[in-house]
């Protein structure tokens, strides 16, 4: 069984920052892509960053370029996503996803994913 935690979820005021941890265990599962998503009350889950576990390759959406960074750990178990300059308007849970494809953006790619944390951003 894959499991996915996040964690590093919170409040922050605009313009602060936070990292957010995403821990993989279980087994029976090639993971290639970790990636990182939100979803806004009221909005649809929006792609936010990704990153290839052989080479460390990253991808980003483009509101997020220059403020977020996703990274991984060298044990290939931990992906983390730091946030800086932080908008009301990232206001969000944030989730986790693992797939066995690369190069993946969407969803519906994603084979396994937490169970999300709250990212809430006052102004």
């Known amino acids: 069984q894959v499991q996915l935690v996040e964690s590093g979820g919170g409040l922050v005021q605009a313009g602060g920052s936070l990292t957010l941890s995403c821990a993989l265990s279980?087994?029976?599962?090639?993971?290639?892509?970790m990636g990182w998503f939100r979803q806004a009350p009221g909005k649809e889950r929006e792609f936010v960053a990704a990153i290839a576990w052989s080479d460390a390759s990253t991808t980003y959406a483009d509101s997020v370029k220059g403020r977020f960074t996703i990274s991984k750990d060298n044990t290939r178990t931990t992906s983390y996503l730091q946030i800086h300059s932080l908008k009301p308007e990232d206001t969000a849970v944030y989730s986790c996803a693992a797939s066995s494809r690369v190069g993946v953006s969407r969803w519906h790619e994603y084979d396994y994913w937490g169970q999300g944390t709250q990212v809430t951003v006052s102004s």
């Open positions: 279980g087994r029976a599962f090639r993971t290639r892509m």
